[in-house]
């Protein structure tokens, strides 16, 4: 699967992604800090690739509705540290192997992953 990280991500969580075989990127990368969302979403869409972000604007189904996108992750954890935020993907990496996230919102907490679909 191919998928870009935001910026408010650690570039750590790009080697996890690579390292389970999947394609990715940040948007740190391709110098795009800073875009708006609109932008961001726009280049992800253009790349066909899942956002993976803490940004819980990304979360809003009216902006964002499942279906006109490749996908969007948002992580909603309590504590945004590296290893937090590490710890969490590495879960989420696990899901990735049962289920496929394309064209839907996931939203994944500390316990679980919700997903919004159209």
């Given at each position: 699967?191919?998928?870009?990280?935001?910026?408010?991500?650690?570039?750590?969580?790009?080697?996890?992604?690579?390292?389970h075989g999947h394609d990715a990127v940040s948007?740190?990368?391709?110098?795009?800090?800073?875009?708006?969302?609109?932008?961001?979403?726009?280049?992800?869409?253009?790349?066909?690739?899942?956002?993976?972000?803490?940004?819980?604007?990304?979360?809003?189904?009216?902006?964002?509705?499942?279906?006109?996108?490749?996908?969007?992750i948002v992580f909603r954890v309590p504590r945004?540290?590296?290893?937090?935020?590490?710890?969490?993907?590495?879960?989420?990496?696990?899901?990735?192997?049962?289920?496929?996230?394309?064209g839907v919102l996931w939203v994944v907490d500390?316990?679980?992953?919700?997903?919004?679909?159209?």
């Amino acid at each position: 699967m191919r998928f870009k990280t935001d910026e408010n991500l650690p570039i750590e969580v790009v080697q996890l992604f690579v390292g389970h075989g999947h394609d990715a990127v940040s948007v740190v990368d391709q110098e795009l800090s800073g875009c708006p969302d609109p932008e961001v979403a726009e280049v992800c869409a253009a790349e066909n690739r899942v956002l993976v972000t803490l940004d819980t604007d990304f979360a809003d189904i009216r902006e964002y509705p499942p279906g006109s996108h490749p996908g969007i992750i948002v992580f909603r954890v309590p504590r945004q540290d590296k290893q937090s935020i590490l710890g969490v993907t590495r879960r989420l990496l696990h899901a990735l192997s049962e289920q496929n996230p394309g064209g839907v919102l996931w939203v994944v907490d500390g316990r679980r992953i919700r997903v919004r679909e159209a």
